[in-house]
């Protein structure tokens, strides 16, 4: 049996039968992380030890789980052992799943390639000179290389989506606050939402349902209800509306994915769609904002790093040289960079002309997607400019950043968003994104799964047995 | 807006931090990059909470964590229950 191509739900309902055993579930999933995962280093940490259904997942390490390192992809926590674990992984555990390991990241989540990380880039399963996308490159190329069932991520610019929409599988990012932060180590807070990355769209729901809903420990946990995962696949959408961007936005994409994306639009008119060209003339400057905001909170959220309490100490002659020592040695240069342009755009006599500015323009984008959303029930925009580009391929920090521009609108407004594979490009997966407007998950999910029963795409990584 | 400084000299002094000459010029062109921010007209509406969120309070009392020991064995150096470092002055 391939329990890669089955649903969660499926695999449970074999156990539940008795057809199946967890055992075999993980030794399954067990076989595939042997073969791959020497040649494309996808985890930080893996666990050898099988609990409850046997249901393997891999979890992004910046996200805690009790008693385990969380290094966040950072020399800096390279010893740090976390003595909690997030909600998001305890509602996992509580429901059974089995941890199958931390898997490689960014430094700190911040980049879109996984070659900031302190433990050696994670490669494509697709395409071993490739990057599979980040800052969840490692849960991406878990997933897409059956070695776990799904895995958790975490998105604060498009570090589920991009990702998975290089290697071939649905990434979803739920609304702000729909999933709590506590136990996700902090970048940009009020952008940070933990994802979810699978092999199809149901496995998406499934693990939504069972981790979202409200936290009293994180701060800007929603109340809104979390739709049941029974109640979310009995209907499909019959007539929906849906906006798309015009070609000042479009040509933001290469010429091959434009070409492909016109196909998906016409998908989705076909399976009842009635679709219309948006102007989206904010997308132009959402990069600049995402960058302003993201660094200004991440340079207030890693001042906690000082080699004090917990983490990387280096000796100094005094308190100063240490501080400056372990930042200096602890942090690679994205993160460095990061921390430079934050302190700055919040620095006085450049707050408001940087920080305020950002602030004021994500209030504009969000009644903008409002206005998107009052006459269209869904946005449908492509989740990246290409497919995986080549290992070592982009040296430029600016060039790297370009490639979330179809991301990052989503986390600055706070809207769900998901990412499903459409197709190849020369050999190469290529992703695009439903959007919608706030805690319509549900909505999505059913597009989505819509959608997906008509796209012809086949994850050709996990269609062999073990 | 006028920059009447240069920005990554700016930064460096607040943040403390080394390798100054390898991250200016680097720094210099982000800034540039979001800088075309400042050319939008938009009102001074700061406050952003998607839809459906509020700043949300909780009473203020102490919640203790049980597992204290825990937490001291990731310092790099303790002594009884305090955190030891370098002298500051």
New interface residues.
């Given amino acids: 049996m391939n329990f890669s191509l089955m649903t969660i739900e499926e695999v449970l309902q074999l156990q539940e039968e008795k057809k199946v055993t967890p055992q075999q579930v993980w030794d399954f999933f067990l076989r595939k992380r042997e073969e791959w995962e020497p040649r494309i280093n996808s985890f930080i940490t893996v666990i050898n030890r099988m609990e409850g259904n046997g249901i393997p997942a891999g979890i992004k390490d910046n996200i805690t789980v009790k008693g385990l390192r969380t290094t966040c992809g950072s020399r800096m926590l390279d010893n ?2 976390a ?2 674990s997030a909600t998001a992984w305890e509602r996992l555990s509580s429901a059974g799943f089995s941890l199958s390991g931390k898997t490689n990241l960014d430094e700190f989540a911040m980049g879109s390639s996984t070659e900031n990380s302190y433990y050696g880039p994670t490669k494509n399963p697709w395409d071993l000179e490739r990057s599979p996308g980040g800052s969840s490159g490692g849960s991406a190329a878990a997933v897409a290389a059956g070695m776990v069932k799904f895995a958790l991520g975490s998105d604060t610019g498009g570090s589920v989506r991009q990702p998975s929409s290089f290697c071939g599988v649905v990434g979803f990012k739920p ?3 729909r999933i709590s932060r506590f136990g996700l180590v902090a970048f940009a807070s ?1 952008l940070d939402q933990i994802g979810i990355i699978t092999n199809n769209v149901k496995d998406s729901a499934f693990v939504f349902s069972t981790i979202a809903g409200h936290d ?1 420990r994180d ?4 109340r ?1 209800p979390v739709p049941d995962y029974r109640e979310i696949f009995t209907e499909v959408p019959g007539k929906f509306t849906f906006a798309f961007p015009d070609d000042e936005v479009l040509e933001r994409a290469e010429p091959e994915v434009r070409k492909e994306f016109s196909l998906f639009i016409n998908l989705a008119k076909k399976l009842g769609g009635r679709g219309k060209q948006v102007k989206m003339p904010l997308l132009n ?1 959402a990069m ?2 995402y ?2 905001v993201a660094n200004a909170e991440a ?1 207030s959220n890693l001042a906690r790093y000082d ?7 280096e ?10 020592k372990t ?2 040695h602890g942090f690679g ?1 994205e993160v ?2 990061r ?3 934050g ?3 919040l ?1 006085r ?2 707050y408001e ?2 920080y ?9 984008l ?1 009644s903008f997607m409002e206005e998107i959303f009052s006459s269209a029930e869904f946005l449908l925009i492509p989740t990246t400019p290409h497919t995986a580009f080549k290992l070592g391929e982009k040296h430029d ?2 060039e790297m950043y370009l490639e979330d521009f179809f991301t990052v609108f989503v986390n600055l ?3 769900p968003a998901i990412s499903i594979p459409w197709g190849l490009i020369n050999g190469l997966p290529i992703g695009f994104q439903i959007v919608s407007r ?2 319509n998950e549900i909505g999505m999910f059913r597009l989505a799964y819509l959608m997906e029963k008509e796209i012809s795409f086949k994850n050709k990584l996990i269609q062999k047995e073990v | 807006m006028r920059m009447n400084k240069e920005p990554a000299k700016e930064s460096f002094k607040l943040l403390r931090l080394e390798e100054e000459e390898e991250l200016a010029s680097q720094l210099e062109r982000i800034f540039s990059w979001v800088g075309k921010l400042q050319s939008l007209e938009l009102n001074g509406d700061y406050a952003f909470y998607p839809p459906g969120l509020s700043l949300l309070t909780r009473e203020d009392r102490i919640i203790s964590f049980k597992e204290l020991e825990r937490l001291l064995s990731l310092a790099p150096e303790i002594k009884d229950r305090f955190f030891v470092v370098p002298r500051v002055l």
């Fill in positions: 740090y052992i003595p909690y609304t702000y606050g009020s009293p701060s800007t946990s929603s809104v400057y600049e904002a960058y302003i340079s080699g004090v309490r917990y983490g990387l100490r000796r100094g002659r005094d308190l100063l040289e240490m501080y400056m930042r200096t240069p460095k960079r921390i430079l342009t302190g700055f755009v620095s006599g450049y002309g940087y305020g500015k950002a602030v004021s323009f994500r209030r504009a969000a920090p600016i407004a706070g809207l706030w805690y």
